[in-house]
């Protein structure tokens, strides 16, 4: 009977704690869900795409390293830069002939791309800034690697050893992220709530950060290894925010914080096998893609997860980026692919 009695007990916490979990961290009326229901149209890129930043379905970029064969010389032709139409692509080679890595498109006029230096294009001309000759970082720094802004006058990079850069629409200016880990993705509200995820891919003891920008100064809000099971858990691939929750994306889920109080919770994907997750992007908190290896896609609706490419461990093309380019429709980046979503 004691026996009974304890396993009672035992099954009646269990339930409890998973009650408690699918309590939501923020008052919701009424429901809040999205469609799962995506048309897919995949496009054939001779190469890799690193980013995607877009105005509108018609006015995509992309960053990234491409080739092709030109059939009359025989050697091979490189770009790194890519634009839908809302028809086709266009590839083109910015300045020089290596890959971009970052792209942020404010205009179809004033766009920046990174290299570990920082491009500008004016509507005019394509303009390079680098960061080491100007003498905004050392040679022992590294260099920025993704691009994300508030507007003209307020311009974020990010890059290798925990470098960010702000740009503020006459100066560069080094600030200090009180951190040497990789940064990854950047994320904002306004000038007081921006986030940086940054990860370390388990070089070097397998470590993630997440910053958070207040305004003034850059601090860390959450610094994990990766055996370390204290939530937010396992490796950081991601950030996203409104006014009332932060989604900060690791290897199993995300991790679900309430903006105003702090309270969290880890939220699993429901969907196995899943492939290792690199990017992911939300119109809100209902509205979620995981993009990562093997071809993975993964929707959240708000209340369950979709799949759209059958997993296969033999498929190699992988996806590096996801972008909402509008609010029903999606561009997903990888290798020799993109994605084009339409709900």
Not at 28 to 35: A, E, H, K, M, V
Not at 226 to 241: F, L, Q, R, S, V
């Amino acid at each position: 009977m004691r026996g009974r009695f304890f396993l009672l007990l035992i099954l009646t916490l269990i339930l409890q704690n998973c009650k408690r979990s699918l309590e939501p961290l923020t008052k919701q009326i009424g429901p809040d869900t999205t469609s799962h229901n995506f048309i897919w149209t995949a496009d054939t890129l001779p190469g890799n795409v690193f980013d995607i930043s877009g105005l509108d379905e018609n006015n995509v970029w992309l960053a990234g390293e491409f080739w092709k064969n030109d059939p009359q010389t025989g050697k091979t032709i490189k770009y790194n830069f890519g634009y839908w139409d809302g028809n086709r692509w266009s590839l083109k080679t910015i300045l020089k002939s290596g890959h971009y890595m970052g792209i942020y498109v404010f205009s179809k006029n004033n766009i920046w791309l990174t290299d570990g230096g920082m491009i500008h294009w004016n509507g005019k001309y394509w303009k390079l800034y680098h960061p080491w000759n100007m003498g905004i970082l050392d040679e022992t720094e590294g260099g920025v690697t993704k691009v994300w802004g508030l507007d003209s006058s307020s311009v974020f990079f990010i890059g290798l050893k925990g470098t960010i850069i702000h740009y503020n629409g006459n100066t560069f200016t080094k600030m200090e992220s009180g951190t040497d880990i990789d940064l990854t993705h950047i994320y904002g509200l306004d000038g007081n709530h921006i986030w940086v995820v940054g990860d370390d891919s388990g070089l070097d003891g397998g470590q993630s950060v997440l910053l958070f920008y207040n305004g003034a100064n850059w601090n860390i809000k959450y610094h994990r290894y990766y055996e370390d099971d204290t939530p937010p858990e396992n490796a950081y691939k991601g950030i996203w925010a409104d006014k009332d929750s932060l989604i900060l994306v690791n290897v199993w889920g995300y991790w679900h914080e309430s903006v105003s109080t702090g309270k969290g919770r880890q939220e699993y994907i429901s969907i196995l096998p899943a492939g290792y997750t690199r990017d992911f992007f939300a119109n809100n908190k209902n509205d979620i893609f995981m993009v990562g290896d093997f071809q993975t896609i993964h929707h959240f609706n708000g209340v369950s997860w979709k799949s759209y490419i059958p997993f296969d461990r033999q498929n190699r093309n992988n996806f590096w980026t996801v972008a909402y380019v509008s609010k029903d429709v999606v561009f997903i980046g990888g290798n020799e692919f993109i994605y084009r979503g339409y709900r």
